[in-house]
């Protein structure tokens, strides 16, 4: 992975999963990223973008599998793409086992 790594892992909770400490690359962008996560082949999850109204994955997020993104709606599809050249300032992650979320916080437009 070249646009972030995971430096540290938080405390293990009661269901087996921990908080991820990540350092993202200052010039990472969106779709930087999503490769580096959607090319691990041993891992599924999901991906969002923070925003203030949902807690973790925001309003738009898709889920990940072994290698492959899963099917979105088209709405997601143009929101996605629409993203891709932004870049990321700092990114949370979350899971346990081969289950592995993730919360990009992109930088503001201008």
Known sequence: ???????????ITGDATCEYFIEVSP?????????DIV???????????????????????????????????????QFWHSIMKRKVIAMKGSGGYSRSDYQLVLEEEV
């Open 1 to 11: 992975m070249n646009s972030f790594k995971i430096v540290k892992y938080g405390e």
């Open 27 to 35: 010039t990472a962008t969106v779709n930087e990223v999503l490769v």
């Open 39 to 77: 090319n691990n082949k041993d891992e599924w999850g999901y991906i969002g973008i923070k925003d203030d109204k949902e807690p973790f994955f925001g309003s738009h997020c898709f889920e990940y599998r072994y290698g492959k993104s899963k099917s979105v709606d088209t709405n997601e599809e």
